[in-house]
């Protein structure tokens, strides 16, 4: 799917970029921009799909709501999960014939009410408070709310980045909550129970993620079986590792699913990752500003920075990046040191504002584009883009539609 890099591309090793992208940015005049590889997406999610065999497939739209993204991603999933009413109503106007799932905490009843009067088929309920709430608003719209109750249990010590399960958190309720939910089933008209939910991380390699999602299996069968309901279906949510120090450490979706619990005649196994399904195909591309030497450490300051592109800086890691050096040059003040690192910033006027760190690019120039790879996810959609008031990044796909 990803080439080698061309020749004339410095960059460390390990960093995807496909020749279309390369090719789009070299056309591009140094403005910060988001490129989309549909192509590379469609051939990642074809593989994702084929691999996960019976399990059910739906992609967490916060990770990238960019339409072009969403449109190919949506030919291949069983539906897409929405967790605001901003989401929702964006999916219904890009994607209007996929399936949707509601999650998210703190649903307003404007929110729940739109999703109710949509074709949203799955509620992710976060407490029994949100339940209730529910039941009156499907009452009264004369329909019924399919529910999946979202718990949050033990995470088993599992490593994940980012842990919003196992512990006090806001995200779903505690096991004697969903009890408690289950108790009062009988008293909501406007309730149909499909399933349990749980998303408790992110950032899982296969067999922690997998691990996992045994252990909610295990729990949601148990806590069917004690109350007596129907079990349909088991969400185990997403959280597949994106491995932005060595990007050629795909998740092994095949390692990943043959491990998970699909039986015959038992619940439907559902998952839910954002990340791991656009992360690979998107870049951000943008252009050297400036090359100094600060007490004996370069800098190269692109145009552009974490105000577009948060990743790195949220998640505290160095961006992987190719260098495309401009064609003509005469310029000899303004380059770095060959061979030595060079740290990559943007225009913001923070020290926070770093894209990677002491990269061994090579010789970096003023006029090079940059190309920042792994950046289809939780990037231009989680960044402050109104910080200092610079332009927003452009947005380009290339390979199709
Ligand atoms: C409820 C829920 N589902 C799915 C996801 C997707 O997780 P990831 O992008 O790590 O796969 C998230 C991310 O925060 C989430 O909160």
Request: hydrophobic share 45%; proline share 7%.
């Amino acid at each position: 799917m990803t080439s080698v890099l061309p020749a004339a591309v410095l960059a460390p090793a390990g960093t995807p970029l496909t020749d279309r992208v390369a090719e789009a940015v070299r056309e591009l005049d140094g403005s910060p921009t988001y490129v989309y590889d549909l192509a590379h997406l469609d051939a990642h999610v074809t593989a994702i799909r084929a691999a996960l065999g019976s399990v059910e497939l739906i992609h967490a739209v916060k990770a990238n709501p960019d339409p072009g993204l969403l449109r190919v991603i949506a030919r291949h999933v069983d539906g897409l999960e929405v967790a605001s009413g901003g989401e929702l109503a964006h999916v219904l106007q890009v994607a209007p014939d996929i399936p949707l799932a509601f999650g998210g905490p703190g649903k307003t009843d404007t929110e729940l009410t739109a999703a109710l009067n949509a074709r949203v088929d799955r509620f992710h309920v976060e407490s029994l408070n949100e339940l209730r709430r529910l039941d009156v608003l499907a009452r009264d719209l004369g329909t019924r709310a399919r529910v999946l109750l979202r718990v949050n249990l033990p995470t088993g010590g599992a490593p994940g980045v980012l842990t919003m399960g196992g512990r006090p958190s806001p995200f779903g309720m505690d096991p004697a909550e969903a009890d408690a939910c289950a108790g009062a089933l009988e008293s909501l008209p406007g309730i149909d129970f499909v399933g349990v939910h749980a998303h408790l991380a992110s950032g899982l390699d296969p067999e922690p993620c997998a691990a996992q999602g045994v252990a909610i299996h295990r729990w949601a069968v148990d806590f069917a079986c004690r109350h007596g309901l129907p079990l349909a279906e088991v969400n185990i949510g997403g959280g597949m590792n994106v491995d932005y120090l060595r990007p050629e450490r795909v998740f092994d979706w095949a390692d990943y699913a043959r491990q998970l619990p699909v039986l015959p005649g038992g619940p439907v196994v559902r998952i839910e990752p954002g990340r791991a399904v656009s992360a690979y195909s998107g870049w951000y591309a943008t252009e050297v500003l400036d090359v100094k030497q600060s007490h004996g450490e370069w800098f190269a300051i692109c145009a552009g920075g974490t105000h577009h592109l948060r990743t790195p800086a949220a998640k505290g890691h160095d961006q992987p990046l190719a260098v495309l050096p401009v064609d003509r040059w005469d310029r000899p003040w303004a380059r770095s040191g060959t061979d030595n690192p060079v740290t990559f910033v943007g225009q913001l006027c923070t020290p926070k504002d770093v894209l990677a760190r002491s990269v061994r690019a090579s010789r970096v120039r003023v006029g090079d584009k940059v190309v920042f790879a792994l950046a289809g996810a939780y990037a231009q959609n989680i960044s402050h883009v109104e910080f200092l008031m610079h332009d927003r990044p452009a947005v380009t796909h290339v390979g199709g539609r």
